[in-house]
Nanobody
Framework: QVQLAESGGGLVQAGGSLRLSCVNS????????MGWFRQAPGQRREFIAA????????RYADSVKGRFTISRDDGENTVYLQMNSLKPEDTALYYC???????????????????WGQGTQVTVSA
């Protein structure tokens, strides 16, 4: 069973960058799809990005395409989210999630993911 913990959040000015990390301290996430979601106060959890095993395929929400990059280091059991050109509307609690489904097309549905971290806060000031 994977156990996920996010880090790297913080306060940044608009136009700045942050790199989020998600470390798995449980069993290997061999074969897992890994995803990032975010949730702002009073809003639904929103898909941001996902990456399949061995980084063969990635998928992004339109709102972050071209600004965010997801990557994974399976040897280090870590997934990353590089966030550039941040905007105030990117402010949210960011979650890492794992999906055991063997697939070439990562899911954008939160209900598909089996394990979640506690989240890391990202705040972007205008």
């Amino acid at each position: 069973q994977v156990q996920l913990a996010e880090s790297g959040g913080g306060l940044v000015q608009a136009g700045g960058s942050l790199r989020l990390s998600c470390v798995n301290s449980g069993s290997s996430f061999y074969g897992y799809v890994m995803g990032w979601f975010r949730q702002a106060p009073g809003q639904r959890r929103e898909f941001i990005a996902a990456i399949t095993w061995a980084a063969r395929n990635t998928r992004y929400a339109d709102s972050v395409k071209g600004r965010f990059t997801i990557s994974r280091d399976d040897g280090e059991n870590t997934v990353y989210l590089q966030m550039n050109s941040l905007k105030p509307e990117d402010t949210a609690l960011y979650y890492c999630a794992a999906d055991r489904t063997l697939t070439a097309v990562p899911s954008i549905r939160a209900s598909t993911y089996d394990a979640w971290g506690q989240g890391t806060q990202v705040t972007v000031s205008a």
